[in-house]
């Protein structure tokens, strides 16, 4: 019998990598055995669908890269793992160190008389370069290369699209098809959050650079930060009621003394060409910005509903469509902005 050594980031773990468990535990995984030597060839042959006879793998080790991707952390990695644990066997966790391999190294190497596979999934000629990490287990006589052939495979931009729908029937494929719906809705709640600030992080232009200011007040500094908490938890809230925003748009925030000073001046606009809002915040309370964004992801929805049109005017008594859309920015909007604030008091 042997233990499978298996490292990665997991950020977050999806289908591919449950079924590689599951078939390791089961003996179905089809692997190839390898060296640093021969893993071009030999990851050729696993792709071709060649295999070797290996001992009975009655244990598999998880270890989980401490680095947080995809706005993903260890944490809520392991979470998920451990929702795909009660279909699976004998499955254990680590993340001791931020490097997984270094990780799976060293706990070979406090076994030296047990007996383990070193696992690399690949899913095509361009993640050969991943069996080139077989080197970390240069002096571990205990342990083999096992390559497991992983085709297909699920795009992160994907995944993260379809967790942000909340539609079961949109997340299913991404996930082991022996979860529950409970389950399902588990790993939304998880990941929901940390994509949504992963996706304003690198959206929201100028959160940090631009928006604080040198010598501005601690407390003023606090409230901004509080700020980009509160934009995170309104699009959470929008998802949550089933409004379509996704893809979400771009978010800049911009400082204008002349405009602020103007009274007829801007407080926001959207430009759907770009998918883009730009919110004013000089001189403006924290509350009032966040209504104002609240408003223009309303223009967002319509543009990707194909309901905005093609207006020619900012001037709501020249065109009767304007004046609708803007009406529908207006009510749904407020109301949004308002709901959201009650569940929040």
């Not at 085709?151 to 997340?171: C, F, H, K, Q, Y």
């Not at 204008?256 to 403006?284: C, H, L, M, W």
């Given at each position: 019998?042997?233990?499978?050594?298996?490292?990665g980031?997991?950020?977050?773990?999806?289908?591919?990598?449950?079924?590689v468990?599951?078939n390791?535990?089961?003996?179905?995984?089809?692997?190839?055995l390898?060296?640093y030597?021969?893993a071009?060839?030999?990851?050729?042959?696993?792709?071709?669908?060649?295999?070797?006879?290996?001992?009975?793998?009655?244990?598999v080790?998880?270890?989980?890269?401490a680095?947080?991707?995809?706005?993903?952390?260890?944490?809520?990695?392991?979470?998920?793992?451990?929702?795909?644990?009660?279909?699976?066997?004998?499955?254990?966790?680590y993340?001791?160190?931020?490097?997984?391999?270094?990780?799976?190294?060293?706990?070979?190497?406090k076994?030296?008389?047990?007996?383990?596979?070193?696992?690399?999934?690949?899913?095509?000629e361009?993640?050969?370069?991943?069996?080139?990490?077989?080197?970390?287990?240069?002096?571990?006589e205990?342990?083999?290369?096992?390559?497991?052939?992983?085709?297909?495979?699920?795009?992160?931009?994907d995944?993260?699209?379809?967790?942000?729908?909340?539609?079961?029937?949109n997340?299913?494929?991404?996930?082991?098809?022996?979860?529950?719906?409970?389950?399902?809705?588990?790993?939304?709640?998880?990941?929901?959050?940390?994509?949504?600030?992963?996706?304003?992080?690198?959206?929201?232009?100028?959160?940090?650079?631009?928006?604080?200011?040198?010598?501005?007040?601690?407390?003023?500094?606090?409230?901004?930060?509080?700020?980009?908490?509160?934009i995170?938890?309104?699009?959470?809230?929008?998802?949550?009621q089933?409004?379509?925003?996704?893809?979400l748009?771009?978010?800049?925030?911009r400082?204008?003394?002349?405009?602020?000073s103007?009274?007829?001046?801007?407080?926001?606009?959207?430009?759907?060409?770009?998918?883009?809002?730009v919110?004013?915040?000089?001189?403006r309370?924290?509350?009032?910005?966040?209504?104002?964004?609240?408003h223009?992801?309303v223009?967002?929805?319509?543009?990707?509903?194909?309901?905005?049109?093609?207006?020619?005017?900012?001037?709501t008594?020249?065109?009767?469509?304007?004046?609708?859309i803007?009406?529908?920015a207006?009510?749904?909007?407020?109301?949004?902005?308002?709901?959201?604030?009650?569940?929040?008091?």
């Amino acid at each position: 019998m042997a233990t499978a050594l298996y490292p990665g980031a997991f950020k977050p773990p999806h289908r591919g990598h449950f079924n590689v468990v599951k078939n390791l535990l089961n003996g179905n995984h089809k692997g190839k055995l390898y060296t640093y030597d021969d893993a071009t060839q030999s990851g050729q042959d696993a792709l071709d669908g060649k295999s070797d006879k290996v001992d009975p793998i009655n244990k598999v080790v998880v270890f989980i890269g401490a680095k947080d991707r995809n706005g993903i952390s260890t944490k809520e990695s392991l979470a998920i793992w451990n929702i795909y644990k009660k279909y699976l066997g004998d499955v254990e966790f680590y993340y001791e160190a931020a490097n997984p391999m270094q990780n799976a190294s060293a706990y070979s190497k406090k076994r030296p008389d047990e007996k383990f596979y070193a696992i690399t999934g690949i899913r095509s000629e361009e993640d050969m370069i991943d069996l080139k990490r077989i080197s970390t287990f240069k002096n571990r006589e205990n342990t083999q290369g096992l390559i497991i052939p992983a085709p297909g495979g699920t795009r992160a931009t994907d995944l993260r699209s379809a967790v942000l729908s909340g539609n079961l029937d949109n997340i299913r494929d991404y996930f082991p098809e022996e979860l529950s719906r409970e389950d399902l809705n588990e790993i939304i709640n998880i990941l929901r959050d940390s994509i949504i600030a992963e996706i304003l992080a690198s959206n929201v232009d100028g959160f940090i650079e631009g928006y604080f200011k040198e010598g501005q007040p601690i407390q003023e500094q606090q409230s901004n930060l509080e700020l980009k908490d509160y934009i995170g938890s309104l699009v959470e809230y929008m998802l949550e009621q089933g409004m379509k925003i996704t893809p979400l748009p771009e978010i800049k925030l911009r400082e204008d003394q002349d405009n602020a000073s103007n009274f007829f001046g801007r407080t926001a606009y959207y430009d759907p060409n770009q998918k883009e809002i730009v919110v004013y915040t000089t001189g403006r309370h924290p509350k009032d910005i966040v209504r104002s964004f609240s408003h223009e992801m309303v223009h967002h929805m319509q543009n990707l509903n194909n309901t905005l049109g093609n207006v020619q005017t900012s001037n709501t008594n020249e065109d009767d469509h304007l004046l609708e859309i803007e009406k529908e920015a207006y009510l749904t909007g407020n109301i949004t902005f308002r709901n959201w604030e009650d569940s929040l008091k």
